[in-house]
């Protein structure tokens, strides 16, 4: 998932702007493998977990979670962000389900409820912010209520699943399932947040060592002193800068991984695609609707209103799988309909960015 654009006015990638063939090609690949190998098929299973933790962590790597106290400096965005992401959109996530039939094409119809509640409830907080950058919305802002928002879903996700979706009880996780879930979902975070500190640390001390320096030096060495040359990229810095070209190759490996191991199921449904897609669709185009109309009642400039339109329509679909792929035999659709919005969200975001900045000016 891409977050190149997590640095204020970082440049938007080749890989980033053709991430939407990236990763169609991808899943056409896997789903190749898995009818032509079967048993490849097989054997990937065994990656989709660890690519998707290798994911989380490169993402969550990203997110600065140290930046949360900036998000309160615009209170007007922040809380018209937090009102229409976190109340408006359930709300209509669960009219959206009110629509999916007990049965279709001889599936239980609860399955894709529960998939699109887990995949709809809760806002994206990566390929978001690329997106963000290249409708001309407001990077800083954007930045600001990216780590805001993912403590708020991490901890309100259950709740919404519980509410809206109402799962079978014969679909919750063993003890093993969940304990293997947790960690793919918190571990990353845990490990991120502390690979944070240090390199925040690291600055700091690097900074008050600078000062020093700059205290101790005489007028005359000032411009030949080695203490006044630039101070190379510590490690941490280079892991970071690393890190910002993975995503879309990480999503890349999963959704391969995905599409292989899983084409019972993909093949199985196959039937229900257009209904998802329909779902979907429908549901991009009214957070789109949603959030102009939010920002023009909300007053806010052009720049932010974007940002606003864009976490409505992109969703966290990536930190959902996990979740998705841990349910028990008989589930697997749950995960389909995951992928399924993924590709319809990265479809609409490519058209939107072209055409937000002519809606929203």
Not at 14 to 36: F, K, M, T
Not at 127 to 135: E, G, K, N, V
Not at 217 to 233: N, Q
Request: proline share 7%.
């Amino acid at each position: 998932m891409v977050n190149s654009a997590i640095s204020d006015a970082a440049p938007v990638g080749r890989l980033e702007r053709l991430q939407v063939l990236v990763y169609v090609g991808a899943l056409a690949a896997g789903l190749a493998l898995g009818a032509l190998v079967p048993a490849a098929g097989d054997a990937l299973a065994v990656l989709v977990l660890p690519a998707l933790a290798a994911l989380l962590f490169v993402t969550f790597l990203l997110v600065p979670l140290a930046r949360i106290p900036d998000a309160v400096r615009d209170a007007r965005f922040l809380l018209t962000a937090l009102v229409a992401n976190f109340v408006v959109v359930p709300l209509l996530v669960a009219g959206l389900v009110l629509l999916v039939p007990e049965r279709v094409a001889g599936v239980d119809g609860s399955l894709i409820v529960l998939g699109v509640v887990l995949v709809l409830v809760v806002p994206c907080t990566d390929w978001f912010l690329t997106f963000t950058q290249l409708a001309g919305g407001d990077t800083v802002r954007a930045v600001a209520f990216t780590p805001v928002s993912l403590v708020l879903q991490l901890a309100l996700l259950p709740l919404y699943v519980w509410i809206i979706a109402r799962p079978d009880t014969s679909l919750t996780l063993d003890a093993g399932a969940l304990a293997t879930t947790i960690a793919v979902l918190l571990g990353p975070l845990a490990l991120a947040a502390l690979l944070q500190g240090l390199r925040h640390r690291a600055h700091r001390t690097a900074d008050l060592h600078a000062r020093e320096r700059a205290d101790d030096r005489t007028p005359d060495r000032a411009t030949d002193s080695p203490d006044a040359r630039p101070t190379p990229p510590a490690p941490l810095d280079r892991a970071f800068t690393v890190a910002e070209r993975l995503p879309v190759p990480l999503l890349a490996v999963v959704l391969f991984a995905v599409a292989a191991s899983e084409l019972a199921a993909v093949v199985d449904a196959a039937p229900l695609l257009p209904l998802l897609v329909a779902i979907f669709a429908f549901y991009f185009v009214t957070a789109v609707a949603l959030g102009i109309v939010t920002a023009r009642l909300a007053r806010l400039p052009a720049a932010p209103a974007r940002t606003l339109v864009m976490s409505l329509a992109t969703r966290n679909s990536f930190v959902v799988l996990p979740i998705a792929l841990a349910l028990p035999e008989g589930a697997e659709l749950v995960a389909i309909v995951v992928v399924t919005q993924t590709l319809v969200e990265l479809t609409g975001a490519a058209i939107l960015v072209r055409v937000l900045p002519r809606l929203v000016r």
